[in-house]
T-cell receptor, first 115, second 106 residues
Framework: GAVVSQHPSRVICKSGTSVKIECRSL??????MFWYRQFPKQSLMLMAT?????????EQGVEKDKFLINHASLTLSTLTVTSAHPEDSSFYIC???????????FGPGTRLTVT | KNEVEQSPQNLTAQEGEFITINCSYS?????LHWLQQHPGGGIVSLFM???GKKKHGRLIATINIQEKHSSLHITASHPRDSAVYIC????????FGTGTSLTVIP
């Protein structure tokens, strides 16, 4: 099956700094990439959808200026958490799809801890 | 009301037992995914199916489109199967179940 990687898998940063998380589709071209956030013991929550070369579509309640998403190529999307605060600590997961949006392949996730 | 319901929420089994996790959904879908999330958080895609049955090793996933129901079976369960299993459906958007936490005791 298709493989999606995320980097880093874990990151600890200080409050006020920015953190970039990369999501790569390793063996297919991802037309669309999705970014999710997961709080402890809860299900995945969609943050935004990005299509290659265009601006991301954010879900209601997600601050686009805080969570910057770039989908510059068909194999790479990045999520930058700007001016991180402890409440941004969470597990961030990306997924990618090719031509069919229902075929989503999930990355392993990135655990962000803001101190 | 959640679009995707999983049962049970928590499950403890003895090593070697046959395990079934159920998923019911209320929306029209193109595909259903079973995901495995380990205690460290990492997610692994187990299956994507839109009809019938798929098997991979000790894992079997079935789906009944008419009844809007899917099951994930684990045969000869092992402690390393301990994880949270998440059902997700692809309709006009993705909907996720809240997961089933499985603990397999040696």
């Amino acid at each position: 099956g298709a493989v999606v990687s995320q980097h880093p898998s874990r990151v600890i940063c200080k409050s006020g700094t920015s953190v970039k998380i990369e999501c790569r589709s390793l063996d297919f071209q991802a037309t669309t990439m999705f970014w999710y956030r997961q709080f402890p013991k809860q299900s995945l929550m969609l943050m935004a959808t990005s299509n290659e070369g265009s601006k991301a579509t954010y879900e209601q309640g997600v601050e686009k200026d805080k969570f910057l998403i770039n989908h510059a190529s068909l194999t790479l999307s990045t999520l930058t958490v700007t001016s991180a605060h402890p409440e941004d600590s969470s597990f961030y997961i990306c997924s990618a799809s090719g031509r069919s949006s229902y075929e989503q392949y999930f990355g392993p996730g990135t655990r962000l801890t803001v101190t | 009301k959640n679009e995707v319901e999983q049962s049970p929420q928590n499950l403890t089994a003895q090593e070697g037992e046959f395990i079934t996790i159920n998923c019911s959904y209320s929306v029209g879908i193109s595909a259903l995914h079973w995901l495995q999330q380990h205690p460290g958080g990492g997610i692994v895609s187990l299956f994507m199916l839109s009809s019938g049955k798929k098997k991979h090793g000790r894992l079997i996933a079935t789906i009944n489109i008419q009844e809007k129901h899917s099951s994930l079976h684990i045969t000869a369960s092992h402690p390393r199967d301990s994880a949270v299993y998440i059902c997700a459906v692809a309709g006009n958007q993705f909907y996720f179940g809240t997961g089933t936490s499985l603990t397999v005791i040696p």
